[in-house]
């Protein structure tokens, strides 16, 4: 329905009030609306404002629900998530504003994340099963209900293989893009790159909005097994320089970016590829041409941030909006028509919190007997605990709950060498994912493994000499913030040391060894031994690894590049779960061995 008259004050008064955009139509052929500041009917504007607003990092939360604890999602920050309470958002704002006024625009990973997405791709998958056609994906059915315009392709929309992304692209009416994502053959876009939106004004020309794609260029590393040989992912700069000109030739009035990359320059992978993991704010700077970025990738809140472009001075905003449908946000567009074309005058961003709005009842009902099959699914017992483990105090102690990963990637790995790998001493290496997690005493299910293992990692053999080794446990230990010996430990400022964060960090199992924390970065491991005895620098390991550290996740050195000596597609936490429901039993007494210890000039911590 058309919306009332209002002039700009108006506008900013009740989009302050509201908390809620003026925003575009997002398609061509979008019905009319009165000018949307204060125009006389019949007279042509010169004037506009709409706004786009932006999700990011998903990771398949539709509901407001913890299924690693069955229960309400809680935090001590008072965050919700889920899609459904940002649609409530969503609608107040179209309500406030126009139908025709709001383009909505997602930044990646959605496809993964929670026991939902394990399940419409690997228990129920959307591809199918035995000839018969699978399921709609449960974030296609809610994304299409609110009527996203876009969306760019995240990582881990790669996790499941290409042909599950596949499947859920064709379920979309909405495209994903990527103008990053080449065929690896032909160099050819494999998605879309861009998408244009016309937004219809009464009298005047069309407002032309250009939304360009771009995804992670680390995608080459983490999802190496699901698209070696089949795609590549060149960078963010380089695509944008290529794609902003374009979609400027093709008349756009705003060019608005929604890319799958932080905005800090960063790279957690290192030199390991030529291209930046975490390059928005370079691509603000360095391509002309771009008014706003919706930035994602590193779930963190940024509600507004300029970059000025190098070449043009013109300011450039960018917004992230958290994770897991933590926030909203809003970009605000003034336009003024100056000699039939459309410039924009000023803009703005926000970010909102859907915590105080109820969830979208449609989306409740399209999806709620999705939601409880799931819940079904995680509470389904696979064994029994004899005692409570809990990763309380994983980042710093050698816990069993940690050695359960370890037993579990060892046994897999060994049953799977040749008899000349066989022969070479096998160790793992595994992250504590969360320190909230807790296998109970007595039965133990689906969800209380989950909630330990909550990536959809596979499993790696790969071979590290003893010196290769020793680096590898100490690029580990720069987790750890430096305490001299005379400091007492504090393990609330202990960890995460150089943006190193808990699922970065890696133990080892199968050897024995000391974090001297009292000693600077580099040297820090001490005692490093096999069976009793110190470790040579030829020494040859098979080292038990998820496939994202073995393809370089988290720039750990030597692993990428070594050579392989086992690897599968079953996820490690389905091996965790198989392992239970064998034994029926989960023990500590079967895999529970303290090897290694946190120490101040040689002095045990704990």
Same mark, same amino acid.
């Given at each position: 329905m058309p919306v009332s008259p209002m002039n700009r004050r108006e506008f900013v008064k009740k989009s302050a009030v509201t908390g809620a955009a003026v925003a575009a139509a997002g398609a061509v052929g979008a019905g009319t609306a009165q000018a949307a500041d204060g125009q006389m009917p019949g007279k042509a504007p010169k004037t506009w404002s709409f706004s786009i607003l932006g999700t990011t990092d998903l990771h398949s939360h539709v509901f407001d629900w913890d299924y690693y604890k069955d229960a309400a999602y809680s935090d001590k920050a008072g965050n919700s998530v889920g899609v459904a309470r940002v649609a409530t958002l969503i609608k107040q704002q179209r309500a406030a504003k126009g139908e025709e006024h709001v383009l909505l625009v997602d930044a990646g990973d959605?496809?993964?994340?929670?026991?939902?997405?394990?399940?419409?791709?690997?228990?129920?998958?959307?591809? %199918?099963?035995? %000839?018969?056609?699978?399921?709609?994906?449960?974030?296609?059915?809610?994304?299409?209900?609110?009527?996203?315009?876009?969306?760019?392709?995240?990582?881990?929309?790669?996790?499941?293989?290409?042909?599950?992304?596949?499947?859920?692209?064709?379920?979309?009416?909405?495209?994903?893009?990527?103008?990053?994502?080449?065929?690896?053959?032909?160099?050819?876009?494999?998605?879309?790159?861009?998408?244009?939106?016309?937004?219809?004004?009464?009298?005047?020309?069309?407002?032309?909005?250009?939304?360009?794609?771009?995804?992670?260029?680390?995608?080459?590393?983490?999802?190496?097994?699901?698209?070696?040989?089949?795609m590549v992912f060149p960078g963010l700069v380089e695509q944008a320089k290529k794609y902003v000109p374009r979609l400027r030739a093709l008349g756009c009035d705003v060019v608005f970016l929604t890319d799958h990359s932080g905005l800090d320059g960063s790279s957690s992978y290192g030199d390991a590829l030529p291209y930046v993991e975490n390059a928005s704010n370079l691509v603000a700077e360095q391509v002309p041409g771009i008014d706003a970025i919706l930035v994602g990738h590193t779930h963190v809140e940024v509600p507004s941030y300029t970059v000025k472009n190098a070449e043009t001075g013109e300011e450039v905003l960018l917004s992230e909006p958290y994770c897991w449908g933590y926030r909203l946000s809003v970009f605000d567009f003034e336009l003024e028509l100056h000699h039939g074309r459309w410039k924009v005058t000023k803009k703005t961003?926000?970010?909102l919190n859907p915590n105080t709005v109820e969830e979208d009842p449609e989306i409740k009902k399209l999806l709620e007997a999705d939601h409880e099959l799931v819940v079904k699914y995680v509470n389904t017992a696979v064994g029994t605990c004899t005692e409570d483990l809990s990763a309380a105090e994983s980042c710093w102690k050698d816990v069993p709950i940690m050695d359960f990963i370890h037993q579990v990637q060892m046994d897999t790995v060994k049953s799977g060498l040749s008899a000349s790998d066989a022969a070479l001493p096998l160790i793992s290496v595994a992250a504590p994912f969360s320190r909230t997690a807790d296998i109970p005493a007595g039965s133990v299910t689906i969800k209380d493994i989950a909630g330990?293992?909550?990536?959809?990692?596979?499993?790696?053999?790969?071979?590290?000499?003893?010196?290769?080794?020793?680096?590898?446990?100490?690029?580990?230990?720069? =987790?750890?913030?430096?305490?001299?010996?005379?400091?007492?430990?504090?393990?609330?400022?202990?960890?995460?040391?150089?943006?190193?964060?808990?699922?970065?960090?890696?133990?080892?199992?199968?050897?024995? =060894?000391?974090?001297?924390?009292?000693?600077?970065?580099?040297?820090?491991?001490?005692?490093?031994? =096999?069976?009793?005895?110190?470790?040579?620098?030829?020494?040859?390991?098979?080292?038990?690894?998820?496939?994202?550290?073995?393809?370089? %996740?988290?720039?750990?050195?030597?692993?990428?590049?070594?050579?392989?000596?086992?690897?599968?597609?079953?996820?490690?936490?389905?091996?965790?779960?198989?392992?239970?429901?064998?034994?029926?039993?989960?023990?500590?007494?079967?895999?529970?061995?303290?090897?290694?210890?946190?120490?101040?000039?040689?002095t045990p911590v704990f």
């Open positions: 959605i496809i993964q994340g929670t026991s939902l997405a394990y399940y419409f791709a690997r228990v129920a998958p959307i591809t %199918g099963t035995d %000839g018969k056609p699978g399921p709609k994906h449960p974030m296609a059915v809610a994304m299409n209900h609110m009527r996203y315009d876009a969306a760019a392709l995240g990582n881990h929309e790669f996790n499941y293989g290409i042909e599950v992304l596949r499947k859920f692209e064709s379920q979309c009416r909405f495209p994903l893009l990527g103008a990053n994502a080449l065929d690896a053959k032909t160099l050819r876009p494999a998605f879309h790159p861009y998408t244009v939106k016309r937004i219809c004004v009464p009298g005047a020309p069309d407002i032309k909005v250009g939304i360009l794609g771009l995804t992670n260029p680390g995608i080459a590393l983490w999802d190496k097994d699901n698209v070696s040989g089949k961003a926000q970010t330990l293992y909550i990536y959809d990692n596979t499993l790696y053999g790969k071979k590290l000499t003893g010196a290769q080794l020793k680096d590898y446990l100490e690029y580990a230990a720069k =987790y750890y913030h430096q305490v001299p010996s005379d400091t007492k430990v504090d393990t609330s400022t202990l960890t995460n040391a150089n943006s190193f964060w808990d699922y970065m960090y890696d133990t080892a199992a199968g050897v024995d =060894y000391e974090i001297d924390i009292a000693q600077p970065e580099g040297s820090r491991i001490k005692n490093l031994t =096999y069976k009793g005895a110190a470790i040579a620098a030829d020494q040859v390991f098979v080292v038990a690894v998820n496939n994202y550290r073995a393809n370089g %996740g988290s720039g750990y050195p030597h692993i990428a590049s070594a050579d392989i000596a086992y690897s599968s597609t079953n996820e490690i936490r389905q091996l965790m779960i198989d392992y239970v429901t064998s034994k029926g039993t989960l023990d500590p007494k079967d895999f529970a061995v303290t090897n290694w210890k946190l120490t101040q000039d040689g």
